[in-house]
């Protein structure tokens, strides 16, 4: 069965480095996402991304982060100085059409720990 | 807004007995909604999804859920619990019609499975 993956599955970095997380989406799915979860806390909004474009996105995706479909298959996303606050587990998720033409649920990568020392 | 709310952070069952996780949403239009599980150290699973079609949602794993538009509800249930069971649960709903919108989550529910 097709799935999402993500790497690195965890990721340690210093306080101001920049990371790129990396997402490969399921091969015929047009709409990307990318959600995170802080330790203890539920699973927030980043950004969708549909037809090479930010569809949508939160008030957590400031001028720090960024996203690109560089090549046709991944899918990254990219923190540019790292903070404290960021550490958290990094969902990729993918969406496409179902059978009957609808489109139904997001498919969840693993996810990225990240851990900003 | 869209929006859901788990009525309970922690639920505890024994094994064998049945499991309800509960969830109530709010929605300006006919929503989807889903069930998510995230076992320890593990990425999230859909468990079941109602998207306007019949309203007992069966899942994996035995699991299901009813959607009750009078009661705004959305509860998941299992009639018998398993202690590979034990994970957080998040109720979900996506944000607008055609579910290409982002994904609302609930709080989580920790099930906690006991011998």
């Known amino acids: 069965e097709p799935e999402v993956t993500q790497t690195p599955s965890h990721q340690v970095t210093q306080m101001g480095q920049e990371v790129i997380l990396r997402c490969v989406p399921i091969s015929n799915h047009l709409y990307f996402y990318w959600y995170r979860q802080i330790l203890g806390q539920k699973v927030e909004f980043l950004v969708s991304?549909?037809?090479?474009?930010?569809?949508?996105k939160s008030e957590i995706f400031d001028d720090q982060f960024s996203v690109e479909r560089p090549d046709g298959s991944n899918f990254t996303l990219k923190i540019r100085s790292t903070k404290l606050e960021d550490s958290a587990m990094y969902f990729c998720?993918?969406?496409?059409?179902?059978?009957?033409?609808?489109?139904?649920?997001?498919?969840f990568g693993p996810g990225t720990r990240l851990t900003v020392l | 807004a869209q929006s859901v709310t788990q009525l309970d952070s922690h639920v505890s069952v024994s094994e064998g007995t049945p499991v309800l996780l509960r969830c109530n949403y709010s929605?300006?239009?006919?929503?989807?909604l889903f069930w998510y599980v995230q076992h320890p150290n593990k990425g999230l699973q859909l468990l079941l999804k109602?998207?306007?079609?019949?309203?007992l949602v069966k899942g994996i794993n035995g699991f299901e859920a009813e959607f009750k538009k009078s009661e705004t509800s959305f509860h998941l249930t299992k009639p018998s619990a398993h202690m590979s069971d034990a994970a957080e649960y998040f109720c979900v709903v996506s944000d607008r019609p055609g579910n290409t919108g982002k994904l609302i989550f609930g709080q989580g529910t920790t099930l906690q499975v006991k011998p």
């Open positions: 998720a993918s969406l496409g059409q179902g059978t009957t033409g609808s489109y139904n649920e997001q498919f």
């Open positions: 109602y998207t306007s079609a019949a309203t």
């Open positions: 929605s300006s239009y006919s929503p989807s």
């Open positions: 991304f549909y037809n090479n474009e930010i569809s949508e």
